[in-house]
């Protein structure tokens, strides 16, 4: 994934970087393994439910915290691009939902295949999509991923297997089970992944008994199974995706039912606080948050320092600075550690690397690096060009329509149609 530098594919970068000074000393296996129950038992329909044991391993567990706090960011900073009217149209951020991005992309490989509706930032990011093509894409500009022609809702990387990025509501559906066909006749082992349903307690500006007439969503296949998933643990997320193509390949399709909780409303119209109220929003981030779940599992297996990973539940800086925890009984105050950590980025680069091949996991300070990455990418695309007007007719599926464009005084031809 373009989640920066990072992903079960670009761990290693991620680890090769100095080390802090408060971890270094402590070796830890990035690849040990771990099995970690879920949070709640899956709810199979017409299906054995899967274990809810859950192979894992230090690196991977890292990984989804960085990946998930990065989501939580650029949605937070596309909220704040928005208000300040850089991006415009529509804009339909997914915080509090990072889990089942992350998740299912540890279930499954680029073969298979995703397609989704409007709300489809993070879903990008995890196919392999960069933070400027995000940026660029929502600011209308030249180097987003649809050429700053689709906005918010018509993200796409096909080299990734990532289909959109849909507006219409249910338009993925038949376009999914196209690709799925495709995948079939082929016999190339991959599926696709069309038919997840995130529930996240809301209808669109209505509470969800109030907008579905069953919410068992798993079981409205009838015959179709289903299963039921706690979308707000990555290691559920994990294991109900590679699941999912597990018994899709031998059985056929299969829906999930991600239960969720996402902190905006429905779009940046609906500020999503009339039909809930703030104390179960900040119930759920101390119960539910996906990432604070993860933060806590590095913490309890030891993997990681609370200094390292203080990220806090909408994404703005709790790094403390001069308060360090650090579970293995080493105080640092904060300026030493800054100094400690400039000279080692100076002095052990190369030894480093020697070192956290397999005995230490590499521990930055991932707020402030995911919070950097964010704002470096802003300033990147606020620097791209608009799509030049004559782009206004390409990529359009009619061809020989013989259109011409005008400005918006209607006098000046700006594009013709080829
Ligand atoms: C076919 C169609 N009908 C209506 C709309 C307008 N619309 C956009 S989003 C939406 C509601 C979707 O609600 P939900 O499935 O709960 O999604 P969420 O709010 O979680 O994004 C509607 C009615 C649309 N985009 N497409």
Redesign the pocket.
């Known amino acids: 994934m373009a989640l920066s530098t990072f992903s079960r594919r670009g761990l290693g970068s991620t680890f090769a970087k100095p080390l802090s000074a408060a971890v270094s000393s402590r070796p830890i296996s990035s690849d040990a393994s771990l099995t970690i129950e879920t949070s709640v038992p899956f709810t199979a329909h017409n299906c054995e439910a899967p274990s809810r044991a859950v192979t894992t391993s230090p690196s991977e567990l890292l990984s989804f915290f960085r990946d998930m706090a990065l989501m939580r960011r650029m949605e937070i900073a596309a909220d704040s691009l928005y208000k300040a009217k850089l991006i415009r149209g529509f804009c339909?951020l997914y915080d509090g939902q990072e889990a089942v991005a992350v998740g299912m992309e540890a279930g499954i490989t680029r073969k298979d295949c995703i397609i989704t509706?409007?709300?489809d930032h993070c879903t990008f990011l995890g196919r392999g999509g960069t933070l400027l093509e995000v940026f660029s894409e929502l600011m209308g500009r030249k180097d987003g991923c649809s050429k700053g022609k689709g906005g918010s809702m018509h993200f796409y990387r096909k080299e990734g297997g990532f289909y959109g990025g849909h507006?219409?509501?249910?338009?993925q559906v038949p376009l999914g089970c196209g690709l799925a066909f495709a995948q079939k006749y082929s016999k190339d082992e991959s599926v696709t992944f069309a038919f997840l349903v995130?529930?996240?307690t809301?209808?669109?500006?209505t509470a969800?008994w109030r907008?579905a007439k069953s919410p068992a969503y798993y079981k409205r296949g009838d015959y179709v199974p289903g299963l039921k998933v706690d979308g707000m643990d990555v290691l559920a997320v994990k294991q109900a995706c590679k699941f999912a193509k597990e018994h899709a390949l031998k059985n056929g399709p299969i829906i999930l039912e991600m239960d969720t909780y996402?902190y905006h409303?429905?779009?940046m119209s609906?500020p999503g606080s009339t039909y809930r109220t703030r104390d179960e929003i900040s119930g759920v981030r101390q119960e539910r948050d996906p990432i604070e779940r993860v933060r806590k599992l590095l913490l309890s297996h030891d993997i990681a320092a609370e200094k390292e990973l203080k990220v806090n539940n909408i994404g703005e800086s709790a790094y403390t600075g001069m308060k360090l925890e650090c579970k293995w009984g080493v105080i640092w105050a904060g300026s030493p550690v800054v100094v400690a950590n400039v000279l080692l980025s100076l002095i052990v680069p190369m030894s480093i690397s020697a070192v956290c091949k397999d005995e230490f996991v590499d521990i930055m300070d991932i707020e402030k690096e995911v919070r950097k990455e964010v704002d470096e990418a802003i300033a990147k695309a606020k620097e791209s060009p608009m799509p030049d007007p004559s782009e206004l007719f390409s990529h359009v599926y009619v061809k020989g329509f013989g259109v011409e464009a005008f400005g918006v005084d209607r006098k000046v031809v700006r594009a013709t149609l080829p």
């Open positions: 339909h509706a409007y709300r507006g219409i509501v249910g338009a995130l529930v996240n809301d209808g669109m500006g969800e907008a996402r409303g429905h779009s609906d």
